[in-house]
């Protein structure tokens, strides 16, 4: 299934620029990309977005386990009849929160590392699975706002 293919390339991509940046950026100052704009460094993160929430792994635990059964519930239910949009936001969630997922239970913390600044504003580090978890998410809040069932809607974007 090709959803499922997506989202184990994700997580490849996801724990490959982990290992890199553990590789490269633990213990070293941030590496500027682009000044004032976009910095990577290592960073250990125990919590959910933004921080809150540390170091409660159970409580991720149950979340992600719970956050993977629906999308697979979802994705196999009515597989055929998903639109494209719908197993790319499916693909994506289940990517970057079986990414993150790893890490917490591999090291007890999401290695994040992204860095942006933007408008003056200094964005939350972050890391590629939370990329992916974002982006699916927009796809399907889209898809739930403007088709109530979007599986089941006249077939446009198939």
Same mark, same amino acid.
């Given at each position: +299934?090709?959803?499922?293919?997506?989202? +184990?390339?994700?997580?490849?991509?996801?724990?490959? =620029?982990?290992?890199?940046?553990?590789?490269?950026?633990?213990?070293?100052?941030?590496?500027?990309?682009?000044?004032?704009?976009?910095?990577?460094?290592?960073?250990?993160?125990?919590?959910?977005?933004?921080?809150?929430?540390?170091?409660? =792994?159970?409580?991720?635990?149950?979340?992600?386990?719970?956050?993977? #059964?629906?999308?697979?519930?979802?994705?196999?239910? $009515?597989?055929?009849?998903?639109?494209?949009?719908?197993?790319?936001?499916?693909?994506?969630?289940?990517?970057?929160?079986?990414?993150?997922?790893? $890490?917490?239970?591999?090291?007890?913390?999401?290695?994040?590392?992204? =860095?942006?600044?933007?408008?003056?504003?200094?964005?939350?580090?972050?890391?590629?699975? $939370? =990329?992916?978890?974002?982006?699916?998410?927009?796809?399907? #809040?889209?898809?739930?706002?403007?088709? $109530?069932?979007?599986?089941?809607?006249?077939?446009?974007?198939?």
């Amino acid at each position: +299934m090709a959803v499922i293919l997506f989202a +184990m390339l994700l997580i490849v991509i996801d724990q490959l =620029s982990k290992y890199l940046v553990v590789l490269n950026l633990k213990g070293q100052p941030p590496k500027v990309i682009i000044d004032n704009f976009l910095n990577f460094y290592y960073l250990e993160n125990r919590g959910a977005a933004f921080g809150i929430l540390q170091n409660k =792994s159970l409580l991720f635990t149950i979340i992600t386990i719970v956050v993977i #059964i629906v999308l697979l519930s979802v994705l196999f239910k $009515d597989y055929h009849k998903n639109t494209k949009a719908l197993n790319l936001a499916i693909g994506l969630i289940l990517g970057g929160s079986i990414g993150n997922f790893i $890490d917490r239970m591999r090291l007890g913390y999401v290695v994040d590392f992204i =860095s942006t600044n933007i408008f003056g504003y200094e964005f939350a580090v972050f890391n590629l699975a $939370d =990329s992916f978890i974002v982006v699916g998410t927009i796809i399907f #809040i889209i898809m739930v706002l403007l088709f $109530d069932n979007p599986g089941k809607k006249r077939n446009v974007s198939k």
